[in-house]
């Protein structure tokens, strides 16, 4: 079992940078895979960027190709998403979720954290 906790949302301005964590708890949390997601009210939940349980592959979605970047830290249970060039489409409330593939599936990961919201203003 692994329990999820995301920080470091926030309000920001276009062009600005925030950097998210999810700190996780349990102790098998280096043998997870992780993933971010976002949700807009309304929309479907997207995937954002995924890494594996060593940090050694990662792979982000197009829409935020060059802006955000995946790390994990394993000895202090919290994987990373530093969120750089944001703009106001990148809004929405975003999710870390873990699971034991690295994948752009949502339906791959078995345990999610509650979100934390981002607003980028224009």
């Known amino acids: 079992q692994v329990q999820l906790v995301e920080s470091g949302g926030g309000l920001v301005q276009a062009g600005g940078s925030l950097r998210l964590s999810c700190a996780a708890s349990?102790?098998?949390?280096?043998?997870?895979?992780m993933g971010w997601f976002r949700q807009a009210a309304g929309k479907e939940r997207e995937f954002v960027a995924a890494?594996?349980?060593?940090?050694?592959?990662?792979f982000n979605a197009g829409s935020v190709k060059g802006r955000f970047t995946i790390s994990r830290d394993n000895a202090k249970n919290t994987v990373y998403l530093q969120m750089n060039s944001l703009k106001p489409e990148d809004t929405p409330v975003y999710y870390c979720?873990?699971?034991?593939?690295?994948?752009?599936?949502?339906?791959?990961?078995?345990?999610w954290g509650q979100g934390t919201q981002v607003t980028v203003s224009s």
């Open positions: 890494i594996s349980w060593s940090g050694s592959t990662t």
């Open positions: 349990g102790r098998t949390f280096s043998s997870y895979a």
């Open positions: 979720a873990a699971g034991d593939l690295t994948s752009r599936d949502l339906k791959t990961y078995d345990y």
